[in-house]
């Protein structure tokens, strides 16, 4: 209706655009799980011979929460092929995941334009009231500048009537 198609792909970015902080979580414990238990499936039958209980569903997740962070901590980890491959497609989905996380949150800490606008008017404001004080001390500094100007010329002036004043009683003493 629209000259869009309805496929996967619309509704996943749908989905995305509605609630991405929901979406990718939802997407994490997903994978997650399902992964867990395709990883327990794989690695139990050489769990007591690898040393590692991968019996237990919950040490199969953590070896998928490790393997999607890329943190690889070492103390799970598969070792039948099917596994090892689990764990490349894990590894790249949850770079594919972290990377989405990333993205959401940048773009939920980002302005949208009125907030843009609202941002840029209130640096303006401060701006021009810094301009306004630093031109107040330039106009102060001047007027102060010039009293002292004037203070100087009146005791220049007052000198010199001194000295006149002295001159004439000089010349009346005499």
Not at 10 to 30: C, G, H, W
Not at 115 to 138: M, P, S, T, V, Y
Not at 142 to 165: A, C, D, T
């Amino acid at each position: 209706m629209n000259g869009c198609h309805a496929d996967l792909m619309f509704s996943v970015r749908s989905a995305f655009k509605q609630s991405p902080n929901f979406t990718l979580i939802s997407t994490l414990l997903i994978s997650v799980s399902i992964c867990g238990y395709i990883f327990r499936i794989f690695e139990r039958p050489l769990s007591e011979a690898s040393g590692q209980n991968f019996d237990r569903y919950d040490t199969a997740c953590w070896c998928v929460i490790v393997t999607m962070t890329t943190v690889g901590y070492g103390d799970a980890f598969p070792k039948t092929m099917f596994g090892r491959l689990i764990g490349i497609c894990v590894c790249l989905w949850g770079v594919l995941l972290v990377s989405l996380f990333v993205v959401s949150i940048s773009d939920a800490l980002e302005f949208n334009v009125p907030q843009k606008n609202a941002f840029n008017l209130i640096h303006r404001i401060i701006f021009r009231d810094q301009l306004k004080d630093q031109a107040a001390g330039a106009i102060i500094s001047r007027y102060r500048i010039k009293l002292s100007e004037r203070k100087h010329k009146s005791i220049v002036g007052q000198k010199e009537n001194i000295e006149k004043i002295l001159e004439k009683a000089e010349i009346n003493f005499k």
